[in-house]
């Protein structure tokens, strides 16, 4: 089907499916639409007959866009979202129906939970869990029904999803941040936000070349595949023309996503041949979360609609640059303004520098839960590559910030150079001023202007986690300062010595160099910051007791919670390398190796054939005999890699400890994984390609 542009202007549509506080002011009574707005801004819980009015309004409207039901959708921790739609539809006697939408079914839905990941906090039979309404986030439309962001708990209250926790790590970094402010003398904001714009990296490939990977459709990547000739060596994909596809493809996810009042902003070619990037405006932690995830299913409704698939795995494709997805954070006022903006003379700007010094030594001290923050299966295969962060955890802040630093601890007077300006040599052209900071692609960490850009996360990731572990640990450090200052006599000799103490400590997590080099490494091991290279390794440190003390004591996640959520996370590692293994395993038996006998022999054919010339007619066989000689030799190591997969499978399968079992798939079926795959990519070069038994990467990724 044709893609026909609309041709209206955005501002005339935008947010034209969502329930929001413009649509709220003209739907609801003045009081109602207070105590909402109340609720939003200060938490004010919302009075029962108040969500009987939302209710029926959010039905009127949803009602004369053409919906018929409603669903509460939530955030599993599953990794994607969950709905359980319900009609409007109440019987009314004489086969008549009424629809109706009541404040009870607004605040509270009850899904069946038995089957979502608990981690053990409930048995299989305690089967109820509960949704709770979100006023926080705008209820929207999605194929003709109402949805309404909801958080999700089990029947004894355990948070079993990725938004509550999220939720009450805005709290708590809003109660810290307006304490600190009060130091200052600001008594006039009332709320802080933590702030999100989450950069979206993703791959379009044709259907048809997905529809005959079994590999793709099962796990999301290529278990198997030669590098092409050509990758992303010439740098000709990054910033490129948009072809003719993916611009129509790009052009109706806009209009798909402003619609839901989602702030799309930028868009371009990434990097690797067939991959792509959307940017977002920034707007708060929770917002930003739920729009992330619509994105993220629109993006894969919409590529069908084009005749293509889009691919959010973090590696999909060996050899090139994988998709991770990178979360500028930021911390601003109900007034408007970034504590994270330096200004212009950022070494008098105290409120600037003890918020950075309070980000910097959470980074610090809980380095190993911002790294699980980002550990899955997928991002294993993408981090510690050229294209992605190390798995160690440093902050880059350029090095005009270095220099405030630098002052501060040594007691130093500031050397404030003039900002560059850059002269091109052009008349015609403006002159601009050099940014405060570079934007350090090798760094996991870099403060980037006003906000730190973390490049850890992968694009299939849920940004809730990474939000609710950062914005725990920044008003933890936050409410450490605040205990600290609130005690001293003279509060500026205080702060001063608070600054210096903190940059000194903790300046080992500043690094401002190449994140790539192999002498960081070693860097690293001298300055004793860890080092978690795989998921397993990562998630093992969650229930640390200094690590459950910060989420306890604020009221985050309790021990259990957290307990919970590192079986969940393990046993999804093991889950996914189980899928990918016997998808392998599969893939070989059924379809490479029968490929690769059948063409041995017929080479074997050539050669007999050749050989039973008559002398005079008698034409050379090297080329066959090495060949298939060659050939013979791999397909005898395919069908060993083969076994020996199957063996380590059944192995790490019999191991019974969660844990356990995820090393086990680490340390045992992983490597076996990739022996495997290394056979089988060496005679996808030696095999015609019309007979290899699916698509190849050039195939795949230079077609659209």
């Not at 299989?124 to 949805?147: H, M, N, Q, V």
């Not at 400590?505 to 401002?512: C, G, L």
Request: include cysteine; hydrophobic fraction near 40%.
């Amino acid at each position: 089907m044709e893609f026909v542009p609309n041709t209206a202007a955005p501002d005339t549509y935008f947010g034209c499916n969502v329930f929001n506080e413009q649509v709220m002011r003209s739907t609801l009574p003045k009081k109602v639409y207070e105590a909402v707005m109340a609720t939003r801004t200060v938490g004010t819980p919302l009075p029962r007959d108040a969500a009987d009015v939302v209710a029926a309004a959010m039905k009127d409207w949803a009602v004369s866009k053409g919906c018929t039901h409603f669903t509460h959708w939530f955030q599993p921790m599953t990794g994607v979202t969950a709905e359980k739609h319900d009609a409007f539809i109440t019987p009314a006697g004489n086969c008549r129906v009424i629809l109706e939408f009541s404040g009870k079914e607004l605040i509270k839905g009850e899904p069946d939970a038995s089957s979502f990941p608990s981690g053990g906090l409930r048995a299989t039979f305690e089967a109820r869990g509960y949704t709770a309404w979100d006023p926080t986030s705008d209820a929207f439309i999605k194929d003709r029904t109402l949805c309404i962001p909801t958080g999700f708990v089990s029947y004894t209250g355990e948070v079993l999803d990725k938004k509550t926790p999220l939720l009450r790590s805005m709290d708590v970094v809003s109660r810290a941040c307006v304490r600190m402010l009060r130091l200052f003398g600001n008594d006039k904001v009332k709320r802080v936000y933590t702030e999100v714009g989450p950069e979206q990296e993703y791959f379009l490939i044709d259907k048809a070349s997905y529809d005959a990977r079994e590999d793709l459709i099962l796990t999301g990547r290529t278990l198997f595949g030669a590098m092409p000739p050509k990758g992303e060596e010439m740098d000709d994909h990054y910033f490129g023309n948009l072809t003719q596809r993916v611009s129509d493809f790009m052009r109706e996810l806009d209009e798909e996503l402003w619609k839901l009042g989602i702030y799309a902003k930028t868009e371009h070619n990434e990097v690797a041949p067939a991959q792509h990037e959307l940017a977002p405006v920034y707007t708060t932690s929770n917002i930003a979360a739920d729009h992330n995830q619509l994105t993220m299913e629109l993006m894969k409704k919409i590529a069908l609609k084009h005749g293509l698939v889009c691919l959010l795995h973090e590696k999909p494709f060996a050899g090139i640059s994988g998709s991770g997805k990178h979360n500028n954070w930021s911390v601003s006022t109900d007034d408007g303004q970034n504590l994270l903006k330096p200004g212009d003379t950022p070494q008098e700007n105290m409120i600037f520098l003890l918020t950075l010094c309070a980000f910097l030594k959470g980074v610090k001290e809980y380095a190993p839960l911002l790294r699980l923050s980002s550990a899955s299966a997928g991002n294993d295969c993408r981090l510690g590559g050229n294209e992605a962060p190390p798995t160690m955890i440093s902050v880059f802040i350029g090095d005009d910030l270095q220099r405030v630093l630098d002052a501060i601890e040594n007691d130093t007077p500031l050397d404030n150079q003039s900002k560059e300006r850059f002269n091109l040599g052009v008349d015609a052209m403006p002159q601009f001023r050099k940014d405060s900071t570079d934007r350090n692609r090798t760094s996991p960490m870099a403060f980037t202007g006003n906000k730190f850009e973390f490049r850890m996360l992968g694009s299939a990731d849920s940004i809730s986690c990474f939000n609710f572990v950062m914005n725990t640990i920044f008003a933890w450090e936050v409410t450490q300062f605040c205990d600290e200052l609130e005690k001293a006599d003279d509060f500026n000799a205080a702060l001063h010595a608070l600054l210096k103490r903190t940059i000194r400590e903790n300046k080992d997590i500043v690094f401002n160099g190449n994140g790539y080099g192999d002498e960081w490494f070693a860097e690293c091991k001298r300055r004793g910051l860890p080092n978690f290279p795989s998921t397993v390794e990562a998630l093992m440190q969650y229930d640390r007791d200094e690590f459950v003390k910060i989420f306890e004591e604020q009221k985050i996640l309790s021990h259990a919670e957290i307990t919970s959520r590192k079986e969940i996370l393990l046993d999804n590692y093991s889950k996914t390398v189980c899928i990918e293994a016997k998808t392998m395993v599969d893939i070989a038996r059924k379809k490479i190796l029968p490929v690769c006998l059948t063409y041995t022999k017929e080479l074997c054919e050539m050669i007999k054939l050749k050989e039973e010339l008559p002398p005079l007619l008698h034409v050379s066989s090297a080329v066959e005999d090495s060949l298939a000689s060659e050939i013979n030799d791999l397909t005898e190591s395919l069908y060993d890699a083969i076994s020996d997969l199957r063996e380590h499978l059944a192995a790490a399968k019999s191991v019974k400890p969660v844990a356990e079992q995820a090393a086990a798939y680490r340390k045992q079926v992983v490597p076996a994984m990739e022996r495997l795959r290394s056979v089988a990519d060496a005679l996808e070069t030696l095999i015609p390609q019309d007979r290899w038994p699916f698509p190849c990467y050039s195939e795949i990724l230079y077609n659209i």
